[in-house]
T-cell receptor, first 109, second 115 residues
Framework: KNEVEQSPQNLTAQEGEFITINCSYS?????LHWLQQHPGGGIVSLFM???GKKKHGRLIATINIQEKHSSLHITASHPRDSAVYIC???????????FGKGTKLSVKP | GAGVSQSPSNKVTEKGKDVELRCDPI?????LYWYRQSLGQGLEFLIY????????KSGLPSDRFSAERTGGSVSTLTIQRTQQEDSAVYLC?????????????FGPGTRLTVT
C-alpha cells in the first residue's frame, strides 16, 4: 500500500463544475503539499498546510490531521485548470516529500 | 527573481555512458532536493542537501547515482554507467529551509533518455 493515496486517478469535468480531489496518507507528517503539473510543464506549489484550511482564488485546500486526509477543491472550474494535481507529505526534520501518484484533471469547455 | 534552473533540458545518451545533470537553486535557499519522475509513475525522492550537513542519500536507487552541492549552491547529479531504466525526468527543487514546512520550488526538469 502506498503511503500517499489520491483519488480519483482521473477526473473529467465540465467548465463551471465544483471539483474535489482527495488525499489520504498513512505516515506521521508535519506538512502536506498540493502541487500542480501542467502537460509538458513544470511543477508549481499550490498549498502547503499543516492544519485547517487555506484558500487562494478559486482553490481551497483542507486537512484533517486526525483522519490523515486532505482535500483540494476547485470552484467554478475552467479549462485552464486542466493539469495533474499531486499530493505530497513530509515529516520530521527532513524536508523530502513522499508523493501521491497524482490526479489527472480535464475540464471541458 | 530567478527561479530554479536545470540543465540540460533534454539529454539522450547511450547505455553505459555517464551523465551529469545540473541544478541552480534559488539564491538564499539552504535546502536542495533531487526527485525523479519515470513515465507513468509518481515522483520519487532521490537525495536532499541541507546547508552544510551531510546529504540524505536514502532515496538513491543504486551506487551508480551520486550528487554533490558545491558552495551550498549549485548541485550536480551524476549517473554512471546509465541503464535504460534510468530514463526519466529528473527534477530539482529548493526551499528556504530544509523541513517539510517550507514551500518547495521546482525546476523545469531534465528529461533523460537512455538508448
Amino acid at each position: 500500500k502506498n503511503e500517499v493515496e489520491q483519488s480519483p486517478q482521473n477526473l473529467t469535468a465540465q467548465e463551471g463544475e465544483f471539483i474535489t480531489i482527495n488525499c489520504s496518507y498513512s505516515v506521521g507528517i508535519s506538512a502536506l503539499h498540493w502541487l500542480q503539473q501542467h502537460p509538458g510543464g513544470g511543477i508549481v506549489s499550490l498549498f502547503m498546510l499543516s492544519s485547517g484550511k487555506k484558500k487562494h482564488g478559486r482553490l481551497i485546500a483542507t486537512i484533517n490531521i486526525q483522519e490523515k486526509h486532505s482535500s483540494l477543491h476547485i470552484t467554478a472550474s475552467h479549462p485552464r485548470d486542466s493539469a495533474v494535481y499531486i499530493c505530497a507529505v513530509g515529516g520530521g526534520s527532513q524536508g523530502n516529500l513522499i508523493f501521491g501518484k497524482g490526479t489527472k484533471l480535464s475540464v471541458k469547455p | 527573481g530567478a527561479g530554479v534552473s536545470q540543465s540540460p533540458s533534454n539529454k539522450v545518451t547511450e547505455k553505459g555512458k555517464d551523465v551529469e545533470l545540473r541544478c541552480d537553486p534559488i539564491s538564499g535557499h539552504t535546502a536542495l532536493y533531487w526527485y525523479r519522475q519515470s513515465l507513468g509513475q509518481g515522483l520519487e525522492f532521490l537525495i536532499y542537501f541541507q546547508g552544510n550537513s551531510a546529504p540524505d542519500k536514502s532515496g538513491l536507487p543504486s551506487d551508480r547515482f551520486s550528487a554533490e552541492r558545491t558552495g551550498g549552491s549549485v548541485s550536480t547529479l551524476t549517473i554512471q554507467r546509465t541503464q535504460q531504466e534510468d530514463s526519466a525526468v529528473y527534477l530539482c527543487a529548493s526551499s528556504l529551509e530544509g523541513t517539510a514546512n517550507y514551500e518547495q520550488y521546482f525546476g523545469p526538469g531534465t528529461r533523460l533518455t537512455v538508448t
